[in-house]
Nanobody, 117 residues
Framework: QVQLVESGGGLVQAGGSLRLSCAAS????????MGWFRQAPGKEREFVAR???????NYADSVKGRFTISRDNAKKTVYLQMNSLKPEDTAVYYC???????????WGQGTQVTVSS
């Protein structure tokens, strides 16, 4: 069982930066692939970034070169550094945990990111 708690969201001007954190409970955090997703008002939830248990990463095209996902297994935390933010990045951001290539089984409650123009 994994519990996830996101933090770090807020209001920022376009071009600014934020760093989201996702703290996990449970002893097997290092075995999980971790992902960030987002959902804007009236839109479907979409994939943002993923980091595997061994540290390989992949990103949605819309954030590539601006966002960086990382993890600290000792702190059981995954991060999303977001730079050059745009108004279209406004959404609720969720982290999620995935084991063994299966579905994302565990989700956090989300943190709001609002980018003003």
């Amino acid at each position: 069982q994994v519990q996830l708690v996101e933090s770090g969201g807020g209001l920022v001007q376009a071009g600014g930066s934020l760093r989201l954190s996702c703290a996990a409970s449970g002893r097997t955090f290092s075995n999980y692939d971790m992902g960030w997703f987002r959902q804007a008002p009236g839109k479907e939830r979409e994939f943002v970034a993923r980091i595997s248990w061994i540290g390989s990463t992949n990103y949605a095209d819309s954030v590539k070169g601006r966002f960086t996902i990382s993890r600290d297994n000792a702190k059981k935390t995954v991060y999303l550094q977001m730079n050059s933010l745009k108004p279209e990045d406004t959404a609720v951001y969720y982290c999620a945990a995935q084991a063994g290539g299966g579905p994302y089984d565990y989700w956090g409650q989300g943190t709001q990111v609002t980018v003003s123009s």
